[in-house]
């Protein structure tokens, strides 16, 4: 599987929330509302997630292995940079 297209949808000016972006997989599916995210200095990717029944917020969707997420949050970390130069 592969990510075909990062869009950063949303350059927000928030403490912690950085931006708001799209990915598309294969050219065939998307996940949006992943989130850029400032914790102390460092950026990191939060997948799209909700609150359940107990508060807690859970994943709607995710990668399953290291490496595609190591791989999603390259590209849209990247995309994040490219957007805030533009």
Do not use: C, N, W
């Not at 997420?69 to 390259?74: D, L, V």
Request: net charge neutral.
């Amino acid at each position: 599987m592969t990510i075909t297209d990062v869009k950063v949808r949303r350059l927000l000016d928030d403490e912690r929330l950085k931006a708001i972006v799209s990915i598309t997989l294969d050219g065939e599916f998307a996940v949006h509302d992943i989130k850029v995210i400032d914790s102390g200095g460092r950026l990191f990717v939060a997948m799209p997630s909700r609150k359940d029944q107990e508060g807690v917020y859970r994943d709607i969707a995710h990668p399953v292995t290291s490496a595609f997420r190591e791989m999603t949050e390259r590209l849209v970390l990247s995309a994040y940079r490219a957007a805030l130069s533009s």
